[in-house]
């Protein structure tokens, strides 16, 4: 009954609707929270949001910092069909993992809406409500992004399932060895509805439900892996997030990807401002002008490379916005893509009276730094 979106068809009653699955999430969430309406017959709502799978677009406001984002728009550092190989560069994998870690943080916005709506409606009491992703996304520098090793499979196997009883009042955490199988025949169970046909999962509210001895994922066709549920590297995504990017609240590490700290938040009149750089920034994305009539978007996304003499070594280069240094990033270490650079600027540092974002070349100075403008080139 799904049938192709129309923007005709995007009132609450018309919820059957096939959306671009890379885009256009603040629509879905929206005409998603509008269905939720009270009703005295049982019903279905069922959203397949596609986030916090890449394009990376959004930052945890909502706002977006690439317009119209498509799958196609692949992440600096990655390289590929469908950028699904990581380079080399650490930094350049670990801006990648900030952006996904970002819309995840919009993600979690778009399921407290979801619970707000039900509260509103008085409907979260008696609601069953299941939230659950299919895979992990690795960022291991020279590894592949979804497909399994043994450097990537803790990265790529451990899902978050959220299950919201009816009337349950009391959260729990289990450890159990649930995998996403399990799914259909706990709702099924739940809500006391026969299955025609025989399922490979089990219900996890079930009495006898059995704990499997072993975790299994399938991926590209009939291949998968199999492994005991309490490997030895099952958290490692979590201690290599943690000690890059904090652990959140106070411990937030997540903007901490600066390559010269020390001068983010400084004005350009601190510094001496020489000669003009000997190359010039050509950017695929970044130095639009913030928009007022557009609050939804922020240009604080920068992708480029470096056109002019050969790069030998990483050239340091600071982001200014209104005068004053937004973010420091570097040219790639990869061998491959050595005038490639990209960096992502706090939302904060843009606002209704913003100026055209100047690009600087950084040279260190024994001890001080001097600035050399890049002049900025944007293809047409």
């Known amino acids: 009954g799904f049938v192709p979106d129309e923007p005709g068809l995007r009132v609450p009653s018309k919820g059957l609707i096939i959306y671009a699955w890379d885009s256009e999430h603040e629509i879905q969430i929206r005409h998603f929270t509008d269905t939720l309406v009270k009703s005295d017959k049982p019903r279905l709502n069922f959203l397949h949001l596609v986030v916090p799978h890449d394009p990376w677009s959004h930052l945890p406001s909502g706002k977006e910092y690439i317009k119209s984002a498509r799958i196609t728009e692949y992440a600096a550092g ?9 380079g080399p560069d ?3 994998v670990q801006y990648g993992w900030q952006r996904y870690l970002l819309q995840l943080q919009y993600t979690d916005r778009c399921l407290g809406r979801i619970l707000d709506r039900l509260e509103e409606t008085g409907e979260f009491d008696r609601s069953l409500v299941v939230v659950v992703a299919d895979h992990g996304m690795a960022f291991v520098p020279g590894q592949e992004r979804r497909i399994p090793t043994n450097h990537t499979v803790a990265d790529l196997m451990s899902v978050p399932l959220f299950i919201k009883l009816p009337e349950q009042t009391i959260g729990q955490t289990s450890d159990l060895n649930v995998e996403t199988i399990d799914v259909l025949p706990t709702i099924a169970d739940i809500i006391k509805l026969p299955l025609e046909d025989a399922v490979d999962g089990e219900s996890l509210v079930a009495p006898n439900y059995q704990e499997r001895p072993r975790k299994t994922m399938y991926f590209d066709g009939d291949k998968n892996v199999v492994v005991n549920p309490e490997f030895s590297e099952r958290f490692d995504y979590v201690d290599r997030m943690v000690a890059l990017f ?7 590490r997540l903007w901490d990807l600066n390559t010269i700290p020390e001068l983010v938040g400084k004005d350009i009149s601190a510094f001496s401002v020489g000669s003009a750089s000997q190359w ?10 913030y928009d007022a009539a557009k609050p939804n978007f922020v240009p604080s996304y920068f992708i480029g490379s470096l056109k002019g003499p050969k790069v030998t070594s990483p050239v340091q280069i600071a982001i200014a916005v209104n005068g004053r240094i937004a973010g420091t990033t570097r040219t790639s270490t990869n061998p491959s893509t050595p005038r490639q650079w990209t960096i992502l600027l706090r939302e904060e540092f843009f606002n209704a009276a913003t100026d055209k974002a100047r690009l600087f070349e950084i040279e260190q100075l024994n001890g001080s730094y001097a600035l050399h403008e890049l002049f900025i080139r944007v293809p047409r």
Do not use: H, K
Request: proline fraction near 0%.
């Open 246 to 252: 904090g652990t959140g609240g106070q411990d937030n």
């Open 78 to 86: 990655a390289f590929g069909d469908l950028g699904e190989l990581w």
């Open 90 to 92: 650490e930094l350049m």
């Open 280 to 289: 010039e920034a050509e950017l695929e994305r970044g130095g639009e002008m």
